[in-house]
C-alpha cells in the first residue's frame, strides 16, 4: 500500500498535471515581470538614454545620436579619442557661467534654509495651536498647490516690482524708494519660498503628528518648557522628514525654470534658464549639455545625503526594536 502514492506520482497524468503547473507559472512569472518592467523600460527609453547621449555630448561625443544637435553648435568640442573637458573648461573660464552658477547655489541655500523656517514654524503652530485660526491655516497653507507656477510667478513679480503695491507703499508710509524685489535673486527666492510651502509644511506636520502626546505631556510634568521640548523631543524624532523637505526642495530649486525666468534677473540667472539660453540663444547646446551635467551631480549629491539618511534612520528604527 505504502508503493501505491508513488504509484501514482509516476503516472502518465500527474506528469502533465505537473508540466501545466509549472508552465502556468513560468507564464505568470513572464506577465508580472513584464508588467513590472513597462516603467523601467519608460523611463530608459525617454529619460535614460537622452540623459547617457547629453553626458557623453558634453564629453566631445558628437556622432550618433547627437550629430543632429551638434550641426547647432557654433564651436563644438569633439574628442580625437576617448572624452574631453574641454567644454568644462570653457565653462570655468566663462565669468557668465560662473556667476549664474554661484547665483544659483546661493538660491538654492537661502531658499531652503527659509522653507525649513517657515515650514517649521506653520508646522508647529498647526500642530500645537487650537481654535479657528489655527483650522483656517491649516487648510490655506495647501492654497499655493493649486495655483499654477506661471501665475504665481507673474504675481510676485507684479506684487513687488519697482512700481508695485509693495513700492508704493513703502514710499508712501516710510517716505523712502523701496525698488522692491521683482527680478532679483531674492525675488526667485519668494517665489521658491511660495511655491515649496505646501509640500513642506505638510510633510513635516504629518511628522509631528507621529511625535505621542504623552511623551510631551511628560516632560511639561518635569517643568520641561517648549524650546527645551522642542530641541530634546520634537526635533530629534523628525529629522528624517526634515532631511526629506531639504533635499527634495534642494533638488526641486537647482533644476527649476518658470520661476527664475519671471521672477529673477537677466544677469546673474540660475542654471535652468542660462541652460535654456545656451540653447536657444547662444546656439551652443554643447555648453547647455555640460550644464545640466553639473546641474545633475549637485543633485545626485543632494541624493545621495537624503539615500544615507534614510538608510541611517532605518538602522537606528530596527536597533530599537
Known sequence: MSETPKLLEAS???????NRTQRRNVRRSAISMLVASIPVIFIAIFVGIPALMAIAFSLGYTGG?????????????TAENGVTFSVYQQLVHDRSFVSDFWSTIWVTIVSVALILAV??????YIRFARGRFASVISSLYLVPQFIPVV???YAIVTFWSDNSYMSALVENTL???????GHTLFGVVLGQLWVNIPFSVLLLASGLRNVPDSLIESARDVGASFPTILLRIILPL???PTIIVMT??????????????FTGPNSPTLLGVAMANYFQAFNAPQQASAMA???FVLAAGLGAFYVWANVRSNRKAGATQ
Open 12 to 18: 502518465p497524468l500527474a506528469r502533465i498535471q505537473n
Open 65 to 77: 545620436p547627437n550629430a543632429t544637435v551638434s550641426l547647432l553648435d557654433q564651436n563644438p568640442q
Open 119 to 124: 515650514g517649521w514654524g506653520l508646522a508647529l
Open 151 to 153: 501665475i504665481a510667478s
Open 175 to 181: 517716505h523712502i524708494h523701496f525698488t522692491g524685489f
Open 238 to 240: 523628525n529629522v528624517l
Open 248 to 261: 527634495f526642495t534642494g533638488i526641486g530649486v537647482l533644476g527649476s525654470f518658470t520661476i527664475p525666468y
Open 293 to 295: 551635467v553639473l546641474v
